[in-house]
């Protein structure tokens, strides 16, 4: 079963990690996908630029609206993503808990739903 990892973390600690941390960081987080890849979890995964470089788009009838960020006065956002396989929740949980990036915020770990 699929299960899409949504990473939350807080910008501003990421802001604020030196440059070695940094790199340090994205070194761990993409031998952390290799780890998955290597063991048949892995299907895709991606970080986010920071929230104020997006934008919510919205649409009422007719009516488009846009709307730069940040959205919402928060200490976590979305900072990116991760779907991976799992034999079962309790499986997708485990997987989750060893994102390097989980100690700047946290994981949502949810089903993913077939449409037909």
Same mark, same amino acid.
């Given at each position: 079963m699929k299960y899409l990892c949504l990473v939350y973390v807080n910008e501003k600690k990421l802001e604020a990690l030196s440059p070695k941390d940094a790199q340090t960081l994205n070194h761990d987080s993409l031998a952390y996908? =290799?780890?998955? =890849?290597?063991? /048949?979890?892995?299907?895709? &995964?991606? &970080?986010?630029?920071?929230?104020? &470089? /997006?934008?919510?788009?919205r649409r009422q009838g007719d009516k488009v609206s846009v709307t730069d960020g940040p959205f919402a006065e928060t200490n976590e956002q979305v900072g990116g993503f991760i779907l991976v396989e799992a034999k079962d929740r309790d499986e997708a949980i485990r997987l989750a808990s060893k994102v390097p990036v989980i100690e700047f915020g946290r994981v949502e770990v949810r089903p993913v739903r077939e449409l037909v």
């Open positions: 996908d =290799r780890h998955l =890849r290597e063991n /048949g979890h892995f299907i895709a &995964a991606q &970080a986010l630029e920071f929230v104020k &470089a /997006g934008v919510v788009v």
